[in-house]
């Protein structure tokens, strides 16, 4: 049973950079799966933010393309996201999600990590 | 981007009820949608796959249908357990987007 979790500061400053983990249990990040993350803010419900491939391949979501960076690490079985010159518009709960192998149904989430933006 | 629109934005209905939620792509995506559950405080969970593929533990009450730009979600007969919201999300193109959600309530 793959399992992911999702760890970093729950608070973040404006301007600052939002940086968050997740790590995979269960299975090994470096199978035929895309890794993505998503958030969820009352205001904008469910945002697609970007993917990645153990190889390092990413798509990003353009709206966010300019400020995120997305990265696996192999030796530790888990990917990273960071999300620099926040604003209170990035306050929201973060997600990690496993796609379907040759799709992009997310067939496994970690439980999500909330985020706020403030100072 | 591809805009996804639910309706209705939220239900109630009577345990044992069939419910149906219809999700409206701006484009055709052929058959590239998902649906998804989420209860209250937990992560969205994968219910139907590529429109009307039920994924592996999903109850047969729920079933999916349609393509092209509209999709239908079918609960058979509703359970106390389907209190939740459900989202739709498209997976014919990046950025792979999602509906705003119905929030289902039990009578």
């Known amino acids: 049973q793959v399992q992911l979790q999702e760890s970093g500061p729950g608070l973040v400053k404006p301007s600052g950079t939002l940086s968050l983990t997740c790590a995979v249990f269960?299975?090994?990040?470096?199978?035929?799966?895309?890794w993505s993350w998503v958030r969820q803010s009352p205001e904008k419900g469910l945002e697609w933010i970007g993917e990645?491939?153990?190889?390092?391949?990413?798509t990003y979501n353009p709206s966010l393309k300019s400020r995120v960076i997305m990265s696996v690490d192999s030796s530790k079985n888990q990917l990273s996201l960071k999300l620099r010159s926040v604003t209170a518009a990035d306050t929201a709960v973060y997600y990690c999600?496993?796609?379907?192998?040759?799709?992009?149904?997310?067939?496994?989430w970690g439980q999500g990590t909330q985020v706020t933006v403030s100072s | 981007d591809i805009q996804m629109t639910q309706s209705p934005s939220s239900l109630s209905a009577s345990v044992g009820d069939r419910v149906t939620i219809t999700c409206r792509a701006s484009q055709s995506i052929s058959s590239d949608l998902n649906w998804y559950q989420q209860r209250p405080g937990k992560a969205p969970k994968l219910l139907i796959y590529?429109?009307?593929a039920l994924q592996t533990g999903v109850p047969s009450r729920f079933s999916g249908s349609g393509s092209g730009t509209d999709f239908t979600l079918t609960i058979s007969s509703l359970q106390p357990e389907d209190l939740a919201t459900y989202y739709c999300q498209q997976s014919n193109s990046a950025p792979y987007t999602f509906g705003q959600g119905t929030k289902l309530e039990i009578k």
């Open positions: 269960g299975g090994s990040i470096n199978s035929s799966h895309w």
């Open positions: 590529a429109a009307l």
């Open positions: 999600a496993r796609a379907a192998v040759g799709a992009t149904d997310f067939d496994y």
């Open positions: 990645i491939y153990h190889s390092g391949s990413t």
